[in-house]
């Protein structure tokens, strides 16, 4: 799953959670994610070689999806040559208060595996140019771009910061 099957790792991790206490309904749910990867085995992730070698993140978060402890989720992926070759998606390690929080760890988690592919690349001579991060929240666009934190923001943790270091 998570090697191959980007489209079920969200079904899957759901599920674990249930595997100690599991009813009918979670497996009828397991049932359904192996008809879905019999009628979907002969997919598969085509590079294109008439696409651009740039390298290309999207990057997002589901604000307080889980209803037990009120942790988001990170989900981001990078892409080249038109197909996914890095993804995760996972919780938080913080609860936070508003969605564009959510998203700008979202976003930290995502630059770092950039910033991890760079130094890939440098070891290797070998440079796919900038990387670009795509996110869907204005307020994550601001705080990110924005080197002057203001008063609404003091109270993220100092670490999730870093982000402004590496945006241009």
């Known amino acids: 799953m998570l090697g191959t099957r980007l489209d ?3 079904a899957v ?10 009813s009918q309904d979670h497996l009828n749910k397991v049932l359904y994610i192996c008809h879905y990867l019999v009628n979907t085995q002969h997919y598969s992730l085509v590079y294109s070689r008439d696409s651009k070698l740039r390298i290309y993140a999207c990057t997002d978060s589901d604000w307080a999806s889980n209803p037990k402890d009120q942790k988001s989720q ?4 990078l892409m080249i040559a038109g197909s996914a070759f890095s993804w995760i998606l996972r919780a938080q390690k913080a609860v936070v ?35 670009h ?9 601001f705080m990110s771009s924005n ?16 982000i402004q270091n590496f945006v241009t």
């Not at 991060?133 to 666009?141: A, F, K, P, R």
């Not at 080197?147 to 870093?162: G, L, M």
């Open 74 to 77: 990170t989900r981001y992926f």
């Open 147 to 162: 080197p002057v934190t203001e008063s609404r923001n003091k109270h993220i943790d100092i670490h999730f910061h870093a």
């Open 97 to 131: 208060l508003f969605s564009t929080e959510a998203e700008y760890i979202a976003l930290l988690d995502c630059s770092c595996q950039c910033i991890w592919i760079h130094l890939i690349q440098t070891e290797l001579n070998y440079r796919f140019g900038p990387i």
């Open 133 to 141: 991060i795509s996110g869907d929240n204005q307020g994550l666009i």
């Open 13 to 22: 991790t759901q599920l674990t959670h249930h595997t100690s206490n599991s």
């Open 8 to 10: 079920i790792v969200f």
